[in-house]
């Protein structure tokens, strides 16, 4: 069992610097790939972006490459989303999301089982 815990959204201006923060509960963080997913008023979710439970593979949505990253210290139970550069489209509550690692970490929000409560972002234009 795998509780998770958001913090770290808010109101921001675009081209703004936001970082949000995941707490998990547990001992075996590690055996667990994490996700940051989002979802915008009246759309469905969406991947933003993984790491593995090591944190050696990684991977980013197309619209998170280059100005999100993805990050975890293993010793804190803690996964992190640094945004930079955010953008008004960035607006949506922010969800993290565990999955027992298994091969290639996955994008599919219906593949993780365990989710945190979500963090609103909101990126004032």
């Known amino acids: 069992q795998v509780q998770l815990v958001e913090s770290g959204g808010g109101l921001v201006q675009a081209g703004d610097s936001l970082t949000l923060s995941c707490a998990a509960s547990?001992?075996?963080?590690?055996?667990?790939?994490m996700g940051w997913f989002r979802q915008a008023p009246g759309k469905e979710r969406e991947f933003v972006a993984v790491?593995?439970?090591?944190?050696?593979?990684?991977s980013y949505a197309v619209s998170a490459k280059g100005r999100f990253t993805i990050s975890r210290d293993n010793a804190k139970n803690t996964v992190y989303l640094q945004m930079i550069t955010l953008k008004p489209e960035g607006t949506a509550v922010y969800y993290c999301?565990?999955?027992?690692?298994?091969?290639?970490?996955?994008?599919?929000?219906?593949?993780?089982?365990?989710w945190g409560q979500g963090t609103q972002v909101t990126v004032s234009s």
């Open positions: 999301a565990a999955r027992p690692h298994s091969g290639v970490p996955s994008r599919a929000s219906s593949e993780y089982g365990y």
């Open positions: 547990g001992r075996t963080f590690v055996a667990y790939d």
């Open positions: 790491i593995s439970g090591s944190g050696g593979l990684i």
